[in-house]
């Protein structure tokens, strides 16, 4: 999860900015015009017209009003969604939060407005393909900054054009494979590991033990890497795209989306299980703490992590835990242990330890503030540290649970 949760960082800073402005404005997006001066950008932002785009076909235009809809209705909560396709949202899950604020920058201003570039055809008749960018505009209205680049898919529904997710598109031809519930749809760049996959299925009957939860259908999209990932995603550029070696993520209809050239990633499949148990509302320190406890982290296990942050402290005797006990300031150990996924874990090992898996449940069940469920553990943002200082001492868990 290391690559969203630091897009996730960027968000959350931008989604605190715009909740102290005034609320978007609604209704239909003017024509924008020819040339659109950094010094005018106004919310919602227009879309342009990239001039090579054929806007006179029927489908087109259609595409072009449902993308228009999009752009001005997204920040919009009280607005109806009559621009995104439900089957699209029942397979994929939610639309991406990078989709949503494309146009804002990281103090929460709107400078990237949104271009047209092309739309493009696909091997399916009532379908296209709409290349849009974001990108900050100089004064004379050329691109000098591009941030995002992402290719909606365009299909024809019951309700009009509507837009999707373009991964069913991306993903056609690749081959796939069952192992157990789980599906694999392999990327072209990856080789299929039987023996992982046949280790991911193991930890996935170890999961339902731990959890109560009887297996479920997975579908699990088997990437080379970030790059590979996101261009599956959709995304022709992203700021992340090139920042990390590995990285992926689940969402919330049983996908795992995995660059790390493998076929296990038992660190997501917690998440796909924790959604199962106890819902989305749970503390998210503590359920990347539980994920990397029972399925590692950043190629690593959870008994290398915990050494790394023993290490850590033993260096830093005024830490204060407590200021990362949240996934929003993502802070790093050697560039490969999240202190708050570290923190994280150490706690739900004390308390599996000193309570057992019940109150564990209860804690990640009780909502997104752990603090008044953790004070009958013993356990207070004034003495964490303290605490946590404390399990570490003791001998670290000798696997998953």
């Keep these: 999860m290391q690559l969203w949760n630091v897009l996730f960082m960027h968000i959350s800073l931008t989604l605190a900015l715009l909740a102290c402005a005034s609320a978007p404005q609604r209704g239909t997006v003017a024509e924008p015009p020819a040339a659109l001066a950094q010094d005018s950008v106004t919310w919602p932002m227009q879309l342009s017209i990239w001039p090579g785009v054929d806007t006179l076909d029927a489908f087109n235009a259609e595409a072009i009003a449902c993308l228009r809809r999009f752009c001005a209705k997204k920040l919009d909560r009280e607005a109806g969604n009559d621009y995104w396709d439900t089957a699209s949202l029942a397979r994929f899950g939610n639309i991406d939060q990078e989709l949503f604020y494309a146009e804002f920058d990281s103090v929460g201003d709107p400078k990237y407005p949104p271009t047209l570039l092309r739309i493009g055809p696909t091997e399916v008749a009532d379908e296209r393909l709409l290349t849009v960018r974001w990108a900050r505009l100089n004064s004379q209205g050329v691109a000098s900054d591009v941030r995002y680049v992402f290719d909606f898919l365009a299909r024809r529904t019951s309700d009009g054009v509507r837009l999707a997710s373009p991964i069913e598109h991306r993903s ?187 109150a564990l449940f209860a804690l990640l069940a009780g909502g997104e503030d752990p603090w008044p469920a953790l004070e009958p553990h013993g356990i207070t943002r004034k003495n964490l540290t303290e605490e946590l200082r404390k399990q570490l001492q003791a001998a670290p868990p000798e696997r998953m649970p």
């Excluded at 056609?172 to 760049?189: C, F």
């Excluded at 199962?276 to 406890?293: D, I």
């Excluded at 690593?300 to 929003?328: G, M, Q, V």
């Design 172 to 358: 056609r031809g690749w081959k796939t494979r069952q192992v157990g519930l789980t599906r694999y749809v392999i990327s072209p760049q990856h080789v299929f590991s039987p023996d992982q996959a046949d280790e991911q299925r193991a930890d996935i009957e170890r999961l339902s033990r731990f959890f109560g939860v009887e297996p479920f259908p997975i579908t699990y999209y088997s990437c080379a890497d970030p790059t590979d990932l996101f261009r599956l995603k959709g995304y022709q550029v992203h700021p992340l795209m090139h920042v990390f070696p590995t990285g992926g993520r689940a969402d919330d209809v049983d996908n795992v989306f995995c660059g790390n050239d493998k076929d296990i990633y038992t660190h997501e499949i917690v998440h796909l299980y924790c959604s199962k148990a106890f819902g989305n509302t749970t503390p998210g320190f503590l359920e990347e703490g539980l994920a990397t406890l029972l399925g590692g982290s950043s190629e690593h296990d959870y008994s290398w992590h915990r050494a790394n942050l023993a290490r850590w402290l033993a260096a830093h005797d005024t830490i204060d835990l407590s200021d990362f006990a949240k996934t929003t300031v993502p802070f790093y150990i050697n560039e490969h242990t999240s202190v708050p996924y570290a923190v994280g874990a150490l706690l739900c090992e004390r308390i599996l330890a000193s309570a057992g898996k019940d």
